[in-house]
């Protein structure tokens, strides 16, 4: 059933800024899409922006979501071939995130083949470890041929540390800019992180598109140890990127949260705050 007009103005008032990463590969950069990371176009609304994303608002299995001792850890590694790059061009959608693609590599994960499709940032981090979130996130997104998804996911902590030559990379030092100009990378040397990947457990569980239309189905998996970033990159991304970040979502299984607020607003009277006595 849709809401009524009434829950629709509470919902806006209410909304947060969130917003997640673009999916889809593209050759050529697009416009804007009509949900947005605020107001009534934001995350609280996403689900009633458009009929095929119903999911964002009813969907059961929604990301993020806080990783707690009920996300089970993986022992099957990948098999990951992502060879080295020496520039890659980023793709702006017009919105605070960005998508580097035409990345050639493949990785085998339980069973199933999957084609590197991306890998994309989120500040701050959309998953939280034990309820703590983190200044950076990175999604590295592979897509099989039956078109379901495995995203591999890695966390970043501030730190004096200068190790994090590959996030510096990612991020251009011209055209960091929210208009739809390319911009390219620096070389970006995929080894470390396929390591990382191949000798270390993972959080994994399965999830949601962190966009519209918040498609389910989706396997996420996560490393537990967040990686170092240094101050200057990460400030480099927080001004490209902003805040992109979807708000996590209820314990796959559960009810919407948007399902969740609705029976609450229906229930309850909500106090009128526009003056005081």
């Not at 099989?144 to 970043?156: E, H, N, P, R």
């Not at 992180?193 to 994994?204: L, N």
């Not at 979807?246 to 705050?273: A, K, Y």
Request: proline fraction near 8%; glycine fraction near 6%; include cysteine.
């Amino acid at each position: 059933m849709l809401p009524t007009k009434s829950t629709l103005l509470f919902l806006s008032t209410i909304a947060t800024t969130a917003s997640a990463c673009v999916y889809k590969r593209q050759e050529q950069p697009t416009r804007p899409a009509n949900w947005t990371y605020t107001g009534e176009t934001g995350p609280l609304l996403w689900g009633f922006l458009d009929p095929t994303y119903g999911a964002c608002a009813n969907g059961t299995a929604q990301s993020p979501i806080v990783i707690d001792s009920s996300v089970t850890m993986t022992n099957t590694t990948p098999t990951m071939n992502i060879p080295n790059v020496d520039s890659v061009t980023i793709k702006n959608y017009g919105l605070p995130t960005m998508n580097i693609d035409s990345i050639n590599g493949t990785t085998t994960f339980n069973g199933v083949d999957y084609v590197f499709r991306n890998f994309h940032f989120h500040t701050p981090s959309e998953h939280r470890l034990g309820n703590e979130y983190y200044p950076l996130e990175m999604h590295m997104v592979h897509q099989a041929d039956d078109g379901s998804y495995v995203v591999f996911t890695m966390l970043f902590e501030l730190s004096d540390s200068n190790n994090t030559d590959f996030v510096t990379a990612a991020f251009p030092v011209t055209n960091s800019t929210l208009d739809l100009t390319p911009a390219t990378t620096g070389s970006l040397d995929f080894a470390p992180i396929v390591k990382a990947f191949q000798s270390e457990f993972a959080y994994t569980y399965t999830g949601s598109l962190t966009v519209p239309p918040c498609t389910e189905g989706v396997q996420f998996v996560i490393l537990p140890t967040p990686r170092p970033i240094d101050v200057q990159t990460y400030l480099a991304a927080k001004r490209l990127l902003r805040y992109n970040s979807r708000p996590v979502e209820n314990t796959p299984g559960s009810d919407n949260l948007i399902q969740v607020l609705g029976n609450h607003f229906r229930n309850t009277t909500v106090p009128n705050t526009s003056g005081l006595n």
